[in-house]
Structure formats: structure tokens, C-alpha cells
């Protein structure tokens, strides 16, 4: 069950990717300007994270076997849409980037699909095994570019598109419910908003805004971000994103593992406090060297480790049947960070040439998250 997740995941983040890797060349090809560049790349990023809340809802309600199947099923349409007019026109590609936001929302199905199949002592670990899954972004990074290059605009969507149909059929076939993951009624209005008092859904929201809006500007933008920064080609430009990728994700059981073993909030603080140090170095365009070698590395490694921790302090605070739920609604409120971020760069870059003011923001918004988890941590500390 563990595998099926993982490789639904790999394959829905190799889709919602897709836009970053391409925008050069969609650039290219359409004639867009920066902003639609920008909404290109952060629409499914919003969609994907704001679609968690209802997606979230279905799996605690019908479980997480069905709801792969419909996930999956909406992400092949998607990137049907795509190939066929998202490579001839501005308006089909932002639809289609639209509609490519539902690949995102295949954590939240994941997450509680797995969770209930694993004890307390191990689900960090399993969790963070789910989120290693979005290393399908960097099949995305490493095949994109080059496929298009090959075969036309239309090649990496359809290519994907096939991978997932495969992948309907072996989830249909193969994925099975634990009996933990018991389906839960009651009206979805009630239950968000039993959800949004709980104490950890505001705090696990504030960590994960962070997390995501960072992680948005240094993946979804990145290969902009180097091509107009330092001038590298879309190609190479691709690969750096795919490095940075496969470091963040494989970098997410380490997360859990430490979650397991220590209190989530701890790895957690640390991991907010590099993010905050990296970012704010990076404000300063540091020479390429640097960043390829020291500041986006530290990024990953920090990145990977936040969204483990956060989400395995989630699955260790509420009942199995509210795990995709409060997962969902953390997710949504902080896919308004992750739409923004890539926004604010186009616009840093647009208006200043530059974008250090737009990255000096995100290092004083990580700041303040690492300052409320250090205070968390004491607290916690001084609670029998």
C-alpha cells in the first residue's frame, strides 16, 4: 500500500511540475510576458493546494482506494487539455495550467491512506516515504526540455498522461483500505470548522506557508530564475531544478525519521531557522557557484525536512478519519503563499530588474515562522 501511494504521487507531481521546466520555452513559443509566465507556473501550485480541502474530505469519507482513481483520472484529462491547446495559445494554457492543479492534490490522499496502515512508531518515517514521492518533479525537470525538444510542445503532456493512465489501473486493481481508515459522514461545513479551531491546524498552517511559499519560488521559478539571474540555458536550467527537487524530497524521510524519534517541533525549528539563513544570503545574488553549490542545497535539506515534520506532527495529533481533512485545510490556506510567491518574484523582477527584494521578504517571513516554533518548543518544554 506504502508502494502505491509513493508511486501516485510520483507520477501527480511529475504532471503538476510540468509548467516550470517548460515556461522558457513556452515563453518562446507564445510570446508571454513575465506575469503570465508567473501564472503559469504558481495557477497549479493554488489549485493543487486549495483542491486538498475537498480532496482531503473525500478520503477520510470514502477512503483513499477510490479517490486515486479520480485524482488521477481529472490529471490525464488535464494534460489532455494541455497538449491539444495549451501549446497554441495563452487562454488554453493558463485553462489547462488551471486544471493541472488537481495533480497536486494527491498528498492528501496519500497521507491518510497510509497513515492508517502504520503504527504511531513508524508513520513519521511512512509519511516522509509518501513525500519523497514529489521527486516526480525532477522527472519533469530532466525530461521536459529535452522531449519537447524532440517531439514538440505536446510530448511531455502526453508522455505523462500515459504513465498515469497506467497508474489508474494498478490502483484500482491493487490499493486497499486499512480497516483504521473507517469512512466518517457528517456535513463538510461542520466538520472544516471543528478543523480550523484546533490549535494545530493554526500552527501547522503557519510552518507549511512558509515551507510551501519557499519551495514554490525555488522550484516552480527557479528555472526562470536562473536563466534571467545568471544567464543559463533553459536545459541546464531544467537539471539544476530537478537536482533541487530530488534533494528536498529525498530529504523528507530523513524528516520523518527524526519526527519519530524526537518531537516534531525540534527538527522543525532548526530546519525554519536555515531556510531563513539561506534565503536571506540568497537576497544578495551571491555568485552562481555559490548558489548551485551552498545556498540552494541548504534550501532543499531545509525544505524537505519542514514539510515532513509538519505534516507527521498532523497524523500524531488527530484521529486517522481527520487526516486528510486537517491536512487539506493547512495545505489550502497556505496555497495562497504558494500562488503569491512566484507573483511577487515577477514582480520584483519587473519592477527592480532583480529579485533580492522579493527573496529579502520570504527570509523575514521565515524568520518570524522559525521565531514561533523556538517559542512553541519552550513551551512545550514547560508542559508536564
Request: proline share 6%; aromatic share 8%.
Amino acid at each position: 500500500m506504502l508502494a502505491v501511494a509513493v508511486l501516485g504521487y510520483v507520477l501527480a507531481s511529475w504532471a503538476w511540475a510540468l509548467m516550470a521546466p517548460l515556461a522558457p520555452l513556452l515563453d518562446d513559443a507564445l510570446g508571454l510576458t513575465p506575469m503570465q509566465q508567473a501564472l503559469a507556473v504558481s495557477l497549479p501550485v493554488v489549485v493543487g493546494t486549495l483542491g486538498r480541502v475537498p480532496v482531503g474530505a473525500l478520503t477520510d469519507r470514502f477512503g483513499g482506494r477510490l479517490v486515486f482513481v479520480l485524482v488521477t483520472g481529472a490529471t490525464i484529462v488535464a494534460l489532455l487539455v494541455l497538449a491539444t491547446f495549451g501549446t497554441r495559445s495563452v487562454g488554453g494554457l493558463l485553462i489547462g495550467a488551471t486544471l493541472l492543479g488537481v495533480a497536486g492534490t494527491m498528498l492528501t490522499v496519500g497521507v491518510p491512506f497510509v497513515s492508517a496502515w502504520f503504527p504511531d512508531a513508524h508513520r513519521g518515517l511512512a509519511i516522509g516515504a509518501v513525500g519523497a514521492g514529489l521527486c516526480g518533479n525532477a522527472i519533469g525537470g530532466f525530461t521536459a526540455v529535452r522531449l519537447t525538444q524532440e517531439y514538440g510542445m505536446a510530448a511531455p503532456y502526453l508522455v505523462t498522461a500515459a504513465a498515469l493512465g497506467v497508474f489508474a489501473l494498478v490502483a484500482g486493481a491493487a490499493a486497499r483500505n486499512a480497516p483504521a481508515q473507517t469512512p466518517r459522514a457528517g456535513a463538510a461545513r461542520i466538520r472544516v470548522a471543528a478543523v480550523l479551531r484546533l490549535p494545530i491546524t493554526r500552527q501547522a498552517t503557519l510552518w507549511y506557508t512558509v515551507s510551501l511559499a519557499l519551495f514554490a519560488t525555488f522550484s516552480a521559478t527557479l528555472p526562470l530564475y536562473l536563466v534571467n539571474t545568471y544567464r543559463l540555458g533553459a536545459a541546464r536550467a531544467g537539471d539544476v531544478l530537478a537536482v533541487f527537487v530530488l534533494v528536498s524530497v529525498f530529504t523528507r524521510p530523513v524528516g520523518g525519521w527524526l519526527a519519530d524519534r524526537l518531537t516534531p517541533a525540534r527538527p522543525l525549528a532548526a530546519a525554519m531557522i536555515v531556510l531563513a539563513v539561506a534565503t536571506a544570503v540568497q537576497a544578495f545574488t551571491p555568485p552562481l557557484a555559490l548558489t548551485l553549490a551552498g545556498t540552494l542545497p541548504v534550501l532543499a535539506v531545509g525544505l524537505g525536512i519542514v514539510n515532513t515534520t509538519v505534516i507527521a506532527q498532523i497524523a500524531a495529533t488527530v484521529p486517522p478519519t481527520m487526516i486528510g481533512l486537517v491536512t487539506g485545510v493547512t495545505c489550502a490556506i497556505a496555497g495562497i503563499a504558494g500562488f503569491l510567491s512566484p507573483l511577487l518574484m515577477a514582480f520584483s523582477f519587473t519592477r527592480y530588474g532583480d529579485y533580492g527584494p522579493a527573496l529579502g521578504a520570504l527570509a523575514a517571513g521565515s524568520a518570524f515562522a522559525a521565531w514561533i516554533a523556538v517559542i512553541q518548543i519552550r513551551r512545550a518544554g514547560r508542559t508536564p
